[in-house]
């Protein structure tokens, strides 16, 4: 029992543990400056895109549950099943080169949706583009990004965006799909 003791009290304390030694040959438990420091300390990680002040994983070192990598931008949930989306509205102008389209979009699950709100439009011709699009999925799919009131969509709440397109000349009808995501970043 006493050496039990000994080695709890005595074995498993280091100073390096308690405050960052760049000099100590004891690594920390969290990771520290010369870890995600690779511009200095491992310019062979950051030749092959290891970026500074971030694990090597992409991970949040802290808190690494969904909800932490959804505010960091790392992953996305999607949330299209609890949504009903319904089209209220569509004008075209300009001899139908430009249309507007305007949907509900009803948290009908008994979660809220949080986060930042996403709508993807799949399925776009390439004819056609998203004028007020927020930016580009990385496999190339238009989306808007809605900032919800107060940060969620609550279990029957609704909103309703817009979608504005553009069509070239001879294209053929705005036809598309709608995927929604919560997350922040660029999916």
Not at 73 to 91: K, M, P, R, W, Y
């Amino acid at each position: 029992m006493d050496d039990l003791t000994d080695f709890i009290e005595n074995a498993l304390y280091d100073p390096a543990f308690v405050h960052f030694d760049p000099n100590s040959t004891t690594d920390t438990i969290k990771l520290n400056e010369r870890d995600v420091t690779y511009s200095v300390y491992r310019p062979d990680l950051a030749a092959l895109g290891a970026v500074d002040g971030r694990p090597g994983s992409g991970r949040p070192q802290d808190n690494d549950d969904a909800l932490s990598r959804r505010d960091m931008g790392l992953e996305f949930l999607d949330v299209t099943a609890q949504v009903d989306v319904a089209l209220v509205a569509s004008n075209s102008q300009g001899g139908g080169r430009r249309q507007s389209n305007e949907h509900r979009i009803r948290n009908t699950s008994s979660s809220l949706v949080d986060t930042h709100l996403l709508i993807v439009v799949q399925g776009l011709s390439n004819q056609i583009r998203l004028a007020n699009a927020s930016g580009i999925t990385s496999t190339g799919e238009p989306y808007l990004r809605v900032f919800l009131s107060d940060g969620v969509l609550l279990p029957g709440q609704s909103i309703v965006e817009t979608l504005r397109f553009v069509r070239q000349p001879h294209a053929p009808a705005v036809s598309y799909t709608l995927k929604l995501l919560s997350g922040q970043g660029n999916p």
